[in-house]
């Protein structure tokens, strides 16, 4: 059985439509990449999986069933835009996430920030902006969950901070789970890609594994990106 499954979904604000008929699945153990312009649905499309928005149409499955309060509890998600309360320390990040999931692994979360360097003692204020995004990253990856959904992880960081977020994903998910991933840094990204799921103005023109997308292209993901939304 695939981990997530999406049927006929679509999403409309009014008169307009952000996805239209989108239909794939998410194996698991897979890294999937989700890509596409600015305003091809990929953050609407998220928030759906998350529960967050509700479909105009369609379905989606989460391990078989309907989403609810049990996907919520299984899916990780780090959105787009930061979330912590700046004028916490990491300390009290820590225990309020330890105290709201139950899957929340504090261990492995010192663990990383240690890798870091990061005190628990410091305040997120007085934080750079790549470092709390790498924390926010630590937070997410350190619950033991069935699918952690990033968007846009790596927006404003510099390419050695890319490097420590892509080690970080990798080293930090469960064999049999799996991450969906948004971006727009396809190059940084391709290299842990499994599969790709490609949208455009709200449908899918591309859902395949990314060896058998570059071995039919003939390039590599990022350079189909480009050769496809060239402007």
Known sequence: MNLLECKHLSKAFGDHTVLDDVSFTLPRGHIIGLL???????????KLINDLLTPTNGEILFDGRPIGVDSKRRIAYLPERTYLDKSMTVEKVLKFFTA???????EKARTLLQDLD???????????KGMQEKLQLILVMSRNADLYILDEPMGGVDPAT???????????FAENASV???????????????DVILLH???????EAADVLRAREGCSVDDLFRRRFKC
């Open 201 to 207: 103005k709200g449908k899918i023109i591309e859902a």
């Open 180 to 194: 969906l991933l948004s971006t727009h840094l396809i190059a940084d990204i391709e290299r842990i890609l499994d």
């Open 118 to 128: 990061l005190s628990p003692q410091s305040r997120i204020a007085a934080m750079s």
């Open 100 to 106: 709201f999931y139950d899957n929340f692994d504090e």
């Open 36 to 46: 596409g312009q600015n305003g091809a649905g990929k953050t609407t499309l998220i």
């Open 162 to 172: 890319r490097d420590y977020i892509l080690d970080t994903i990798l080293q930090n």
